[in-house]
T-cell receptor
Framework: AQTVTQSQPEMSVQEAETVTLSCTYD???????LFWYKQPPSRQMILVIR??????QNATENRFSVNFQKAAKSFSLKISDSQLGDTAMYFC????????FGTGTSLTVIP | GAVVSQHPSRVICKSGTSVKIECRSL??????MFWYRQFPKQSLMLMAT?????????EQGVEKDKFLINHASLTLSTLTVTSAHPEDSSFYIC?????????????FGEGSRLTVL
């Protein structure tokens, strides 16, 4: 079975600084996708960034980038120039035949 | 991006009654929809996978007779909480994956908060 682990239940970062959220996963599948989703207080799930496992190049989306280490099964999210609106729960997710979420990291951006 | 609509967003019911939550994909066909339950400050727990035209696949520990799932069309899945009890109070979220799995991405509904009195 697939598992997705986020080892940081809570994190905080000063506004305009950079923060990295960690995620590891376990799978025997070779073709899959990895995602980071954001869940603000409104509880609407919002896609932050996507990574295809077959691509070696790390995905980047404006201030958000990932460090994808396939051999290590690691998929961390880096948020640069943190903004107050980045305060939210962040979930790492694995998508293969099924879709699994990590336990989440609560990120607080401090003014 | 694709839009998934979930209704109602909030529902309050009396213990022993049944509640139906609808999940619609508005601009794409979804052969597969997923139902999640989320407790406060916790992750999304997959309850079941809903496949159009066939029976849902339930995760271990989820009562099939308590949580009835129907996926009658490519754009609609429903979750019915039968004989609801206060412990069923929770936040329920549906998601859908477009028929084309190239992206693998899930699109989420806005969620439904169920309160059972």
């Amino acid at each position: 079975a697939q598992t997705v682990t986020q080892s940081q239940p809570e994190m905080s970062v000063q506004e305009a600084e950079t923060v990295t959220l960690s995620c590891t996963y376990d799978t025997s599948e070779s073709n899959y996708y990895l995602f980071w989703y954001k869940q603000p207080p409104s509880r609407q799930m919002i896609l932050v960034i996507r990574q295809e496992a077959y691509k070696q190049q790390n995905a980047t989306e404006n201030r958000f980038s990932v460090n994808f280490q396939k051999a290590a099964k690691s998929f961390s999210l880096k948020i640069s120039d943190s903004q107050l609106g980045d305060t939210a729960m962040y979930f790492c997710a694995f998508a293969g035949n099924q879709f699994y979420f990590g336990t989440g990291t609560s990120l607080t951006v401090i003014p | 991006g694709a839009v998934v609509s979930q209704h109602p967003s909030r529902v309050i019911c009396k213990s022993g009654t049944s509640v139906k939550i609808e999940c619609r994909s508005l601009d794409f066909q979804a052969t597969t929809m997923f139902w999640y339950r989320q407790f406060p400050k916790q992750s999304l727990m997959l309850m079941a996978t809903s496949n159009e035209g066939s029976k849902a696949t339930y995760e271990q520990g989820v009562e099939k007779d308590k949580f009835l799932i129907n996926h009658a069309s490519l754009t609609l899945s429903t979750l019915t909480v039968t004989s609801a009890h206060p412990e069923d109070s929770s936040f329920y979220i549906c998601s859908a994956r477009p028929g084309d799995r190239a992206s693998g991405e899930l699109f989420f509904g806005e969620g439904s908060r169920l309160t059972v009195l």
